[in-house]
T-cell receptor
Framework: EAQVTQNPRYLITVTGKKLTVTCSQN?????MSWYRQDPGLGLRQIYY???????DKGDVPEGYKVSRKEKRNFPLILESPSPNQTSLYFC?????????????FGEGSRLTVL | TQLLEQSPQFLSIQEGENLTVYCNSS?????LQWYRQEPGEGPVLLVT?????EVKKLKRLTFQFGDARKDSSLHITAAQTGDTGLYLC????????FGQGTTLQVKP
């Protein structure tokens, strides 16, 4: 089954404790992206990747890191989480970037930073 | 930050009513998509429009792309409780961005 898989789905952590949210897709998609979703703000892009070893900042990259060492995986790293990073995070992939190809989303990861 | 303006932000209606959701930008879209998101899930694509004036229908949902390609609308006829969810527009204005979303609640 074609899918985007995120882990963990739920996480409660404390300020400053490094964490990684994994994202994997099995559709051989070139483009992957991370979003955060907050009430009334829609989906805001954190980072995106057009292909392996090619990552770029989105609209809200501060406090986050990503890597794209393999085509299928695009982990999101919070080196020193803070309470303002409490949010619902979505990973998405698309066959290609640069135009509005269909985005396939994971089920989301709800993060709470205390 | 460039925005796609969606309106209304929240809509609560009775089953059987009609509704329209709007997505507007000051920039021209090269293409635009509508997604629906249900609680606990990621958004799912409903439609893509690329040509000014284009109208697409998906059962009771009608999507329209403005002639100038700066706006789009989603019209639902005879809403059902299963239409409840968050509706998001996503456009390419040289930058790929989402609207803030419209939360639709359809009551039985």
């Amino acid at each position: 089954e074609a899918q985007v898989t995120q882990n963990p789905r739920y996480l409660i952590t404390v300020t400053g404790k490094k964490l990684t949210v994994t994202c994997s897709q099995n559709m051989n998609h070139e483009y992957m992206s991370w979003y955060r979703q907050d009430p009334g703000l829609g989906l805001r892009q954190i980072y995106y990747s057009m292909n392996v070893e090619a990552t770029d900042k989105g609209d809200v990259p501060e406090g986050y890191k990503v890597s794209r060492k393999e085509k299928r995986n695009f982990p999101l790293i919070l080196e020193s989480p803070s309470p303002n990073q409490t949010s619902l995070y979505f990973c998405a992939s698309s066959l290609w970037g640069g135009n509005t190809g269909e985005l396939f989303f994971g089920e989301g990861s709800r993060l709470t930073v205390l | 930050t460039q925005l796609l303006e969606q309106s209304p932000q929240f809509l609560s209606i009775q089953e059987g009513e009609n509704l329209t959701v709007y997505c507007n930008s000051s920039s021209v879209f090269s293409s635009l998509q509508w997604y629906r998101q249900e609680p606990g899930e990621g958004p799912v694509l409903l439609v893509t429009v690329v040509t000014g004036g284009e109208v697409k229908k998906l059962k009771r949902l009608t999507f329209q792309f403005g002639d100038a390609r700066k706006d789009s609308s989603l019209h639902i006829t005879a809403a059902q409780t299963g239409d409840t969810g968050l509706y998001l527009c996503y456009g390419n204005t040289g930058k790929l961005i989402f609207g803030q979303g419209t939360t639709l609640q359809v009551k039985p």
